[in-house]
């Protein structure tokens, strides 16, 4: 069982920055690729990032690619998400993500095994 709480979300001004960090339990951490997810109000959840288990393969979402940064440190069990140029429709709950079926990355929700407790980001315009 992988245990993941991120933190590091606020609220922000558009156009400002954030920095969304996801710890993992899981001695580990370098079997499963991670991923970050959101979900705002009345919506589903969607893909944002996604990270391979060496870092070596990152994908993004269209709406975050450019403004977005997905990293991680096997040494210290952490994902993080680097969010620049922010717009008020990035509000929504951060969620982060691990699996360990792939060795690249995925975009499906139903990929991933294990979920953090969310994290609220609030852009305002």
């Known amino acids: 069982q992988v245990q993941l709480v991120e933190s590091g979300g606020g609220l922000v001004q558009a156009g400002g920055s954030l920095r969304l960090s996801c710890a993992a339990s899981e001695r580990t951490f370098s079997d499963y690729a991670m991923g970050w997810f959101r979900q705002a109000p009345g919506k589903e959840r969607e893909f944002v990032a996604a990270?391979?288990?060496?870092?070596?393969?990152?994908d993004y979402a269209d709406s975050v690619k450019g403004r977005f940064t997905i990293s991680r440190d096997n040494a210290k069990n952490t994902v993080t998400l680097q969010m620049n140029s922010l717009k008020p429709d990035d509000t929504a709950v951060y969620y982060c993500a691990a699996e360990s079926r792939r060795w690249g990355t995925s975009r499906e929700v139903s990929s991933y095994d294990y979920w953090g407790q969310g994290t609220q980001v609030t852009v305002s315009s």
């Open positions: 990270i391979s288990r060496n870092g070596g393969i990152r």
